[in-house]
Every structure is written in structure tokens, then in C-alpha cells.
């Protein structure tokens, strides 16, 4: 048996490369074909409208066309081949075929293909998944108000979607736990009911409150679609008494409030005094006790009791009446009082000071008309003299008249 040379062998494996890199090189131009159509999967909503496009890179002038999940032809190039209304041509080049399908239905759901008739025929697939959009979500469960304490079961269902929706409760704001979703297939159709339940234990918050039940699919923009049920709660009084006014005076009227936070509200009212038989001015009204004047033996502790439905409840009132001279309590008696005895005292002390002045003023007068009308002895008879010389020698005979006083001490 001969075996090749050294030369002869390297020269083989030397072809086998090239041939190898041919080869390669034959895939990657077929995988980089410029007339293999491309085209893209689509979703849309039942009544929606779908846009199927098929592109080629280059063009040998042969036809792109679009064929249904049933191979029928829908568009040749730019010719109709299906009278379906639905379906309109959107473009049409020598590269690319676009068409529009409106009101879309779930029969419409499957595999459309793209071909171009070259040599050989190639062709291309476009998923459409269409989304059965679910019905507005239905409470029920709830008819009648519940006592507090109470537990309540609403149910929600919604139906037509596909793929499932999920269901979502809230109370506001706030997403509630409610049981797992049921799903159940619609007989004859691709699309689903689903069901959810919400069990409650209700208290007096609970009254008037909204539950909501939301659906959640990718249909939908979220809170598209939602359904509320207000609860009713009834609950027993809460009560508290409100006083007219919070400085109660002797010989005022006056009344008292009993005030029952309940649902229903409260059917009665009972009004007693502690210790002792309410006071014979005070008449009863309903949820007003009512004081026609007030005294100081209406002091005392007062209970006021409201009943409904569900059950009764008590509150108390601490009345502490006012003596109607005391204006200590009073803000605004103490300001008028203030100001009357600033206004008395101010006027008293302007009298005083008038009295002064008019004293003075007299007694100024009276110093000023007696000063220079004091006559001395010793000038006495000096007004009648006829001249000066004999003034002066009257005086002098005064002076010795004065002499002839003389006192004499034993």
C-alpha cells in the first residue's frame, strides 16, 4: 500500500480548508439574503385594528403577497384577491406590502404568511394573537345592611377575556386579600369567565364605604374597568350631650343636647338627673333637655340615654350653673365692669380738682382787695387834718396819748 508524500498530504488538507470556508461562507450570504421577506408577530384587542407589514432589502420586480391562516390570498402586490371590507391596503412597493384588518375578531387569531414568487418561493410568518377584552366586572352578595360585628361576602365576576383577567379588590385606596381567582373556560369559545370572592368582618368605619373590584388584563389601561358596592353598616349609639353654652347663668335659659352617633339614628331618648328627680323648670324634648331658668339647685350630674335597633348607649353631663352677680367667670363682664369704675373714679377726681380751683381762685381774689387797707395807731386822725403840718402834730398827740396808757403787772 502506497501512502502519499509529506508535499502531496498538506497539499490535501489545504483544499479541505478552502472548501470548508466555502461552504461557511455559502450559509452566511443564504442567511443575509436580500429577497427573504421579513415580517413582525402582532397582538391586538378584539374591535382593533391590525397592521400586517412584509419587507424585502432589495427587489428582482417579483411580487410580495399576504395569505390568511387559511391560505387564502388576501393581496397580490396591489390587487385584492379577498372581498373582505376589513381588510384594506395600506402600501404597496417594489420592497415592502403592508395591509390593515379592522374590527378584529378572535376567529381572526393564527398565522398569516408573506411570500415573494422567486426562484425558489420564499416566504415568511406573522403571528396575530388577539386579546378577548373582559366585560365590566359585576358585584353581588350584598343586599341588605349589616350589624356591626358582621361578616359580609361579595362576589365578583367578569367574563369574555382572553387570555384570563385577574380581579382586584380595594376598599379606597387600599388593595384588599381576597380568595384565589376562579377561572372557567367559556364552552365553544376561546375565552374565559373569572370569579373572586371577598369575605368581611364589618365595623362602624365600614359604614358607607366603598368596595371596588378591578380588573387587571393587557387590554386594558388600568382602572378601565372597575365596580363599586357601598356597604351599610348599622351599629348602637355613641352619645355625647352638648351644652348651649359653656358658662351656664343663674335665671338664664338653657338647654342640653344628646347627641347619638348610630346607624340607624336613635329612636328615643331617656334624660335623668343623678342622685335625684330632674328639676321641676326642666322640660324634656326629645334629644333637648331644656331649662326654662336656671337656678342652683339645677346643679348636678345629668345622663342621657339613646336607644336604636341595634342596642343603647349612655353619656353625662356635669352642669355647674353660674351665680349671675359673679362676673369673675365672665371676661366680658369683668371689661365692663373695669371700665364703669375707671369712669367714676376719673370723674370724682375732676370734680375734686375743680373744687380746688375755684378755692383758690377766691381766696387769690380776696388777699389781693384787703392788701394796704390796715391803719396803725399811730397815724389815727391824721385823715381828717386840713395840712400836713397839722397832720403831724395830730399824730404826735396821738403818741402822747399813748403815753398816757400805762400797764401795771401785780
Same mark, same amino acid.
Given at each position: 500500500?502506497?501512502?502519499?508524500?509529506?508535499?502531496?498530504?498538506?497539499?490535501?488538507?489545504?483544499?479541505?480548508?478552502?472548501?470548508?470556508?466555502?461552504?461557511?461562507?455559502?450559509?452566511?450570504?443564504?442567511?443575509?439574503?436580500?429577497?427573504?421577506?421579513?415580517?413582525?408577530?402582532?397582538?391586538?384587542?378584539?374591535?382593533?385594528?391590525?397592521?400586517?407589514?412584509?419587507?424585502?432589502?432589495?427587489?428582482?420586480?417579483?411580487?410580495?403577497?399576504?395569505?390568511?391562516?387559511?391560505?387564502?390570498?388576501?393581496?397580490?402586490?396591489?390587487?385584492?384577491?379577498?372581498?373582505?371590507?376589513?381588510?384594506?391596503?395600506?402600501?404597496?412597493?417594489?420592497?415592502?406590502?403592508?395591509?390593515?384588518?379592522?374590527?378584529?375578531?378572535?376567529?381572526?387569531?393564527?398565522?398569516?404568511?408573506?411570500?415573494?414568487?422567486?426562484?425558489?418561493?420564499?416566504?415568511?410568518?406573522?403571528?396575530?394573537?388577539?386579546?378577548?377584552?373582559?366585560?365590566?366586572?359585576?358585584?353581588?352578595?350584598?343586599?341588605?345592611?349589616?350589624?356591626?360585628?358582621?361578616?359580609?361576602?361579595?362576589?365578583?365576576?367578569?367574563?369574555?377575556?382572553?387570555?384570563?383577567?385577574?380581579?382586584?379588590?380595594?376598599?379606597?385606596?387600599?388593595?384588599?386579600?381576597?380568595?384565589?381567582?376562579?377561572?372557567?373556560?367559556?364552552?365553544?369559545?376561546?375565552?374565559?369567565?373569572?370569579?373572586?370572592?371577598?369575605?368581611?368582618?364589618?365595623?362602624?368605619? #365600614?359604614?358607607?364605604?366603598?368596595?371596588?373590584?378591578?380588573?387587571?388584563?393587557?387590554?386594558?389601561?388600568?382602572?378601565?374597568?372597575?365596580?363599586?358596592?357601598?356597604?351599610?353598616?348599622?351599629?348602637?349609639?355613641?352619645?355625647?350631650?352638648?351644652?348651649?353654652?359653656?358658662?351656664?347663668?343663674?335665671?338664664?335659659?338653657?338647654?342640653?343636647?344628646?347627641?347619638?352617633?348610630?346607624?340607624?339614628?336613635?329612636?328615643?331618648?331617656?334624660?335623668?338627673?343623678?342622685?335625684?328627680?330632674?328639676?321641676?323648670?326642666?322640660?324634656?324634648?326629645?334629644?333637648?333637655?331644656?331649662?326654662?331658668?336656671?337656678?342652683?339647685?339645677?346643679?348636678?350630674?345629668?345622663?342621657?340615654?339613646?336607644?336604636?335597633?341595634?342596642?343603647?348607649?349612655?353619656?353625662?353631663?356635669?352642669?355647674?350653673?353660674?351665680?349671675?352677680? #359673679?362676673?369673675?367667670?365672665?371676661?366680658?363682664?369683668? =371689661?365692663?365692669?373695669?371700665?364703669?369704675?375707671?369712669?367714676?373714679?376719673?370723674?370724682?377726681?375732676?370734680?375734686?380738682?375743680?373744687?380746688?380751683?375755684?378755692?383758690?381762685?377766691?381766696?387769690?381774689?380776696? =388777699?389781693?382787695?384787703?392788701?394796704?387797707?390796715?391803719?396803725?395807731?399811730?397815724?389815727?386822725?391824721? #385823715?381828717?387834718?386840713?395840712?400836713?403840718?397839722?397832720?403831724?402834730?395830730?399824730?404826735?398827740?396821738?403818741?402822747?396819748?399813748?403815753?398816757?396808757?400805762?400797764?401795771?403787772?401785780?
Amino acid at each position: 500500500m502506497a501512502f502519499p508524500s509529506a508535499p502531496s498530504a498538506l497539499w490535501s488538507v489545504s483544499l479541505l480548508t478552502v472548501l470548508f470556508a466555502a461552504a461557511v461562507h455559502s450559509n452566511i450570504a443564504f442567511d443575509e439574503d436580500p429577497l427573504q421577506p421579513v415580517t413582525t408577530d402582532e397582538t391586538v384587542s378584539v374591535g382593533g385594528t391590525v397592521t400586517l407589514t412584509c419587507r424585502v432589502a432589495e427587489s428582482d420586480n417579483s411580487s410580495l403577497q399576504w395569505s390568511n391562516t387559511a391560505q387564502q390570498t388576501l393581496y397580490f402586490g396591489e390587487k385584492r384577491a379577498l372581498r373582505d371590507s376589513r381588510i384594506q391596503l395600506y402600501r404597496s412597493t417594489s420592497t415592502e406590502l403592508s395591509i390593515t384588518i379592522a374590527d378584529v375578531q378572535l376567529s381572526d387569531e393564527g398565522e398569516y404568511t408573506c411570500s415573494i414568487f422567486t426562484m425558489p418561493v420564499r416566504t415568511a410568518r406573522a403571528t396575530v394573537t388577539v386579546l378577548g377584552v373582559p366585560g365590566k366586572p359585576q358585584i353581588s352578595g350584598f343586599e341588605n345592611a349589616v350589624p356591626e360585628g358582621g361578616k359580609v361576602t361579595l362576589t365578583c365576576i367578569s367574563t369574555g377575556s382572553k387570555p384570563p383577567a385577574k380581579l382586584i379588590w380595594y376598599r379606597g385606596d387600599q388593595e384588599l386579600e381576597g380568595r384565589p381567582n376562579v377561572v372557567e373556560p367559556v364552552p365553544d369559545d376561546p375565552t374565559y369567565n373569572v370569579s373572586s370572592e371577598l369575605t368581611l368582618e364589618v365595623s362602624r368605619s #365600614d359604614n358607607n364605604a366603598l368596595i371596588t373590584c378591578a380588573v387587571d388584563h393587557p387590554s386594558l389601561a388600568p382602572g378601565d374597568k372597575r365596580s363599586e358596592q357601598a356597604l351599610r353598616v348599622l351599629y348602637s349609639p355613641i352619645v355625647e350631650i352638648r351644652p348651649a353654652n359653656d358658662l351656664p347663668r343663674e335665671g338664664e335659659k338653657f338647654y342640653l343636647q344628646c347627641v347619638g352617633n348610630s346607624n340607624p339614628e336613635p329612636a328615643s331618648y331617656f334624660w335623668e338627673k343623678k342622685d335625684g328627680e330632674l328639676p321641676p323648670l326642666a322640660k324634656v324634648d326629645g334629644a333637648f333637655l331644656r331649662f326654662e331658668m336656671l337656678n342652683k339647685s339645677d346643679n348636678g350630674v345629668y345622663h342621657c340615654r339613646a336607644d336604636n335597633i341595634i342596642g343603647s348607649s349612655e353619656g353625662e353631663y356635669t352642669l355647674l350653673v353660674q351665680d349671675a352677680a #359673679d362676673n369673675i367667670a365672665d371676661p366680658t363682664a369683668m =371689661l365692663s365692669s373695669s371700665g364703669v369704675d375707671h369712669a367714676v373714679i376719673g370723674g370724682v377726681v375732676a370734680v375734686i380738682v375743680f373744687i380746688l380751683l375755684c378755692l383758690l381762685i377766691v381766696l387769690g381774689r380776696y =388777699l389781693i382787695r384787703h392788701k394796704g387797707t390796715y391803719l396803725t395807731h399811730e397815724a389815727k386822725g391824721s #385823715d381828717d387834718a386840713p395840712d400836713a403840718d397839722t397832720a403831724i402834730i395830730n399824730a404826735e398827740g396821738g403818741h402822747s396819748g399813748a403815753e398816757d396808757k400805762k400797764e401795771y403787772f401785780i
